[in-house]
């Protein structure tokens, strides 16, 4: 089984920051790409970045300059540098593993449970 647990979610004042973290354990083999999806009240999820195993990095386009995805030596685990956050950054934000490899040789596609992050006005 693969889990991942996400961290760093608060409430925070506009033209602030944040750092989030998300620990990927279990019986992980590899994982291809991690990334970042946030979903706001009543709209859908939408992807904030990811970063594939080989360090390329995509992000959405409001968030470009202002965020960061970084997942150190190709591990299990990623962050979000979030700076200059908005009040329409406010959702709970999901970790993703996609193209996980485990033990026994199958490949899944794991959510974390989500973090919630609120900045205000």
């Known amino acids: 089984q693969v889990q991942l647990v996400e961290s760093g979610g608060a409430l925070v004042q506009a033209g602030g920051s944040l750092r989030l973290s998300c620990v990927a354990s279990g019986s992980i083999f590899s994982i291809n790409a991690m990334g970042w999806y946030r979903q706001a009240p009543g709209k859908q999820r939408e992807l904030v970045a990811v970063v594939t195993g080989g360090s390329s990095t995509n992000y959405a386009d409001s968030v470009k300059g202002r965020f960061t995805i970084s997942r150190p030596n190709v591990k299990n685990t990623a962050y979000l540098q979030m700076n200059s956050l908005k009040p329409e950054d406010t959702a709970v934000y999901y970790c993703?593993?996609?193209?996980?490899?485990?033990?026994?040789?199958?490949?899944?596609?794991?959510w974390g449970q989500g973090t919630l992050v609120t900045i205000s006005s």
């Open positions: 993703n593993a996609n193209n996980v490899q485990t033990l026994a040789g199958n490949y899944r596609e794991v």
